[in-house]
C-alpha cells in the first residue's frame, strides 16, 4: 500500500522529471537564438518562446499539484474534495526579470571584464536553466500551499528533499512539518527540486518523516554548542553516513573544539 510518504516522494520525482524535459527543450532554443553578436536582441526572442515554455510548465506544475493533493487527502482518510482555489497566473513580470538577469545580465558583465563571449553564454545557459527550474517549480509548490491554508482538514505543509538535499535546503528539511497558512512562503535557489507536501489533521506522524527526523537532529548536533558550522558539518555528515546522531554529535564537537583552538595557537 502506498504510503503518504511515498505519494510525496512520487510527486516530487515527477515534478523534477517534468521539469528536466523542459529544460532540455529550453537549451536547444537557446542554443538555435542566442547570438554573441547581438545579444540583447536575440535574447529577447529566446525569453518570448522560453516565456511560453515556462508558463505551461507552472500550469502543467499546478494541476499535478492538485492532483497530487487530492489523492493524498483520499489517502490520508479524508472524503470530503479540497477546497475550490483559484489557479494564480502563470508568468509574472518577475519571472521574465528573473530569466535576464541570472542570465544574458551575468553574461554582459562577464565579457565587459574580458571573459570570452562564447564562455560568459554557455555560463549564462546554465544558469538560466537553473532559474527555470525554480521558477516553474514555485507554482506548484505555491499550488500546494495554498489548497493546505484553505483546508480545514490541514494543518499546514512540510516540505519535501529532491534526495541529495543541499545545506541550506536540509536545514529547512530540519524544520519538519511547522509550515502553516501563515509561513506562505516557500525558500527554493535556482536549480532547487524540493517540493511541498499538505500534512493532515489525521496523520499520526505529524508530517515527520525519518529524513526530516535526520535532518533536525544533525542541525541541532551541529548547532548545540556554537553556530556557524552547518555547511561543513553537514558535509562531513554527508561523508560519514555510517556514524549515528550521537557519535557525529561528538565530532562536530571534536572539531568545533579544534577550529578555535587553531584561532587562538
Given at each position: 500500500?502506498?504510503?503518504?510518504?511515498?505519494?510525496?516522494?512520487?510527486?516530487?520525482?515527477r515534478?523534477?522529471?517534468?521539469?528536466?524535459r523542459?529544460?532540455?527543450?529550453?537549451a536547444?532554443?537557446?542554443?538555435?537564438t542566442?547570438?554573441?553578436?547581438d545579444?540583447?536582441?536575440?535574447?529577447?526572442?529566446?525569453?518570448?518562446?522560453?516565456?511560453?515554455?515556462?508558463?505551461?510548465g507552472?500550469?502543467?506544475?499546478?494541476?499535478?499539484a492538485?492532483?497530487?493533493?487530492?489523492?493524498?487527502?483520499?489517502?490520508?482518510?479524508?472524503?470530503?474534495p479540497?477546497?475550490d482555489?483559484?489557479?494564480?497566473?502563470?508568468?509574472?513580470?518577475?519571472n521574465?526579470?528573473?530569466?535576464?538577469?541570472?542570465?544574458?545580465?551575468?553574461?554582459?558583465?562577464?565579457?565587459?571584464?574580458?571573459?570570452?563571449?562564447?564562455?560568459?553564454?554557455?555560463?549564462?545557459?546554465?544558469?538560466?536553466?537553473?532559474?527555470?527550474?525554480?521558477?516553474?517549480?514555485e507554482?506548484?509548490?505555491?499550488?500546494?500551499?495554498?489548497l493546505?491554508a484553505?483546508?480545514?482538514?490541514?494543518?499546514?505543509?512540510?516540505?519535501?528533499?529532491d534526495?541529495?538535499p543541499?545545506?541550506?535546503?536540509?536545514?529547512?528539511?530540519?524544520?519538519?512539518?511547522?509550515?502553516t497558512?501563515?509561513?506562505a512562503h516557500?525558500?527554493?535557489?535556482?536549480g532547487?527540486?524540493?517540493?511541498?507536501?499538505?500534512?493532515?489533521?489525521s496523520?499520526?506522524?505529524?508530517?515527520?518523516?525519518?529524513?526530516t527526523r535526520?535532518?533536525?537532529?544533525l542541525?541541532?548536533a551541529?548547532?548545540?554548542?556554537?553556530?556557524?558550522f552547518?555547511?561543513?558539518?553537514?558535509?562531513?555528515?554527508?561523508?560519514?553516513?555510517?556514524?549515528?546522531?550521537?557519535?557525529?554529535?561528538?565530532?562536530?564537537?571534536?572539531?568545533?573544539?579544534?577550529?578555535?583552538?587553531?584561532?587562538?595557537?
Amino acid at each position: 500500500m502506498t504510503t503518504l510518504e511515498q505519494l510525496a516522494a512520487g510527486h516530487m520525482r515527477r515534478q523534477v522529471a517534468d521539469v528536466a524535459r523542459i529544460q532540455v527543450v529550453l537549451a536547444e532554443l537557446w542554443d538555435r537564438t542566442i547570438d554573441p553578436a547581438d545579444i540583447d536582441g536575440s535574447f529577447a526572442r529566446f525569453q518570448a518562446g522560453a516565456s511560453t515554455l515556462i508558463k505551461a510548465g507552472r500550469r502543467s506544475g499546478e494541476l499535478s499539484a492538485q492532483e497530487f493533493y487530492t489523492a493524498s487527502k483520499i489517502l490520508a482518510g479524508y472524503d470530503r474534495p479540497g477546497p475550490d482555489v483559484p489557479f494564480q497566473p502563470t508568468e509574472t513580470k518577475a519571472n521574465r526579470a528573473a530569466l535576464h538577469a541570472t542570465s544574458v545580465a551575468r553574461a554582459k558583465r562577464q565579457i565587459g571584464q574580458g571573459v570570452p563571449a562564447d564562455v560568459a553564454l554557455e555560463a549564462a545557459k546554465a544558469a538560466m536553466l537553473r532559474s527555470a527550474k525554480r521558477r516553474i517549480l514555485e507554482a506548484p509548490r505555491r499550488r500546494i500551499i495554498a489548497l493546505s491554508a484553505a483546508d480545514n482538514d490541514a494543518r499546514g505543509w512540510a516540505r519535501v528533499s529532491d534526495g541529495r538535499p543541499c545545506h541550506f535546503c536540509a536545514m529547512l528539511l530540519g524544520r519538519g512539518p511547522v509550515y502553516t497558512a501563515g509561513t506562505a512562503h516557500f525558500e527554493a535557489h535556482d536549480g532547487c527540486g524540493c517540493q511541498a507536501k499538505p500534512v493532515f489533521n489525521s496523520d499520526p506522524t505529524g508530517g515527520w518523516e525519518p529524513g526530516t527526523r535526520r535532518m533536525a537532529d544533525l542541525y541541532a548536533a551541529s548547532t548545540q554548542q556554537v553556530t556557524g558550522f552547518w555547511r561543513t558539518d553537514y558535509a562531513y555528515a554527508l561523508a560519514h553516513p555510517e556514524l549515528s546522531i550521537d557519535e557525529l554529535r561528538a565530532a562536530f564537537d571534536e572539531r568545533h573544539a579544534a577550529y578555535f583552538a587553531a584561532r587562538q595557537s
